[in-house]
């Protein structure tokens, strides 16, 4: 069943418990764009004349239909898949969480998948070789166009762990 809440700070429009919105203005549904990051979002006027502002699909059902997101909580898709947004595919998770969702779901972007990532699986294994064999970081870091600190890290293990 299909129920219906006004978008908070935004009394033109009606959310649904399915994730579709409402211009009570109009009483069109209105139009959900895909964001690069795989979000849904839409454009929203506080009242009539003002400028629109986007807003995230899930963060607006959420805010309807599970209450105010608690502090130090992220919006997580229990299924994976951002453009899901009916109310039962959300919950709040803490960040560990929502990244074990997304790890468990194969949408946790690591590694190469992450978009400015300089660096490949194969050059990092490369440069624990190269570490082990007694190779400097900064030398390194020199060798494969990046920061010190990036070698660093992938040296002691805070980044690309899971190598």
Known sequence: MELWSTVRGFPLYAVSNQGRILSLRRGTYLKLRERPDGYLQVRLRRRRGSPKKGLTV???????????RPEGLQIAHRDGVKSNNRVENLMYATAAENASHKATHGTLLRGEAVGNSVLTAEDVLKIRRLHAEGVTQRRIAEMFGTHFGNINAIIKGKSWKWL
């Open 58 to 68: 899930h963060r607006i059902v959420a805010r309807a239909f599970i209450g105010p």
